[in-house]
């Protein structure tokens, strides 16, 4: 009962501190504001002047904020979250606390908010609220390693993974966790001298309160049943379970923690993988984007001239696999006449290329304008749409028909873990005079070891190769 009002009131006084620095934000804002141009009102008077239209505004921002913090769990002081995580969090409160106070303005019809002040309350806000949080960790720290409201920990098993979790609670003195020692069925003693071996893990409960345990880390895994007993005899004695991710030494990316329904899910996920596959999407955004609208032009006058070389549309489409062997178009200039799949058939004996691919360099199919455009790859500009809506990327394997893709072996299923792209490793050495072997060894090559270095070497390759024309047709 003691310990729970002890951390309401803890909890209080970071609601109000959050409060005060909120309100401080405000202000400062607005100082700043009247200094530099002209604000009617005076920042003292900013949450009290009857005659400031705002205030009730500022007052639900600083409301709302402090919800979304709590929501965030920024109220707990959790000794094994990184500062960069606390702040992160931090930022996403003040941002989505900022987006609900935008609603409120737009929807009550506010006219005349200060959007200067605004921008820069927010700024202020999520300066100051991580600031206070980082001294405040910093102090904590300090008490903590002086041996304030320290923890003695247990850890069952002593294995190379305890005796790991044992060398990182040592290098952590900020965390308050003292190891008294290990449980473990068949082992008597450890390397380390200074870490014993208390018992087996029948022992449990003796051990635990010998040693006024507080927390306990469980980095091996016996049979449900021992496990339960584990959990139940912790439950009974108040003590914390922490479990240590089985086979967490076997991987090299990170946890992910979530529900699916009432059943907890622990998700192995290689996060920086994630990371950059996120950076080569935003990339990918952006630039076809640019690409679209400097491109424009150029766009109409292709479309103006396959439209006068013969009939037919201007775009082609093509259906693809994707990432995932998901189907989608293939947008392309037209460059053939509109009955060529049907007369497919009728030139198929004169291909000049190996595999699936079907390539023939005088392909009476092939319009006039078609000739030009296939020469310097201009026909494979509208993929810059697929680029834009997610379908493919600037850089990635050779999209190839579904027709050939059946024909092919399991290796095309490698290629298949990643988006598409418009140019890759078979662009910039040899185009259509590449065999068919040496283009899935490039592509697989390519998806082993990929890097934003690679891309940017391989796009800015791209461009005199296109320009020379050579090996297109």
Partial sequence: MIKRSKELLIKSAYVLIDIAVGCLSIYLAAYLRRATLSFTIHPQNIFI?????????????????????RAHNLYETKREIFESAEIWEVIKSVFLSSLATIMLIYLAKIEGFPRTVFGLS?????????????????????????????????????????????REIEKRPGLGIKVAGFLDDFKDETPQARWKILGKIVDFSKVARREFIHQVFITIYHDSQVFLKLLNDAKDMG?????????????????????????????YADMQHLRKQAGKRLFDFCLSLL???????????????????SPGPVFYKSRRYGRGGRIFYMLKFRSMV?????????????????????????????????????????????????????????VGPRPFPIAQIEKEDLRQLKRLEVRPGITGLWQ??????????????????????WSFLLDWHILRQTVPVVLKGKGAY
Avoid: C, H
Wanted: proline fraction near 4%.
């Fill in 49 to 69: 002047d009857e005659v400031n239209p705002f205030r009730f505004v500022f007052l639900f921002w600083i409301l709302i904020a402090v919800l979304f913090n």
């Fill in 291 to 309: 690409l679209l609208i400097i491109l424009s032009p150029v766009f109409f006058l292709i479309g103006l001239w396959i439209k006068l070389d």
């Fill in 428 to 449: 910039i050495r040899g185009r259509s005079d590449i065999s068919f072997t040496k283009l899935l060894r490039w592509d697989i090559w390519y998806i082993n070891n």
């Fill in 122 to 166: 927010a700024f202020f806000m999520g300066i100051s609220f991580s600031a206070w949080r980082v001294a405040k960790r910093v102090f904590v720290e300090y008490l903590v390693a002086r041996g304030y409201n320290n923890f003695n920990a247990l850890i069952i098993g002593a294995g190379r993974v305890g005796e790991a979790l044992a």
């Fill in 239 to 267: 003590i914390a379970i922490r479990v240590i991710p089985q086979g967490f030494e076997l991987t090299s990316g990170e946890f992910l923690r979530y529900d699916i329904g009432f059943i907890p899910i622990l998700e």
């Fill in 338 to 394: 509109t009955e060529a799949d049907r007369l497919l058939n009728d030139v198929r004996d004169q291909n000049e290329v190996d595999g699936p691919i079907f390539k023939i360099k005088k392909d009476p199919r092939v319009t006039t304008a078609g000739q030009f455009l296939r020469k310097y790859s201009l026909d494979e500009l509208p993929q810059l749409f697929n680029v834009l809506i997610g379908d493919m990327s600037l």
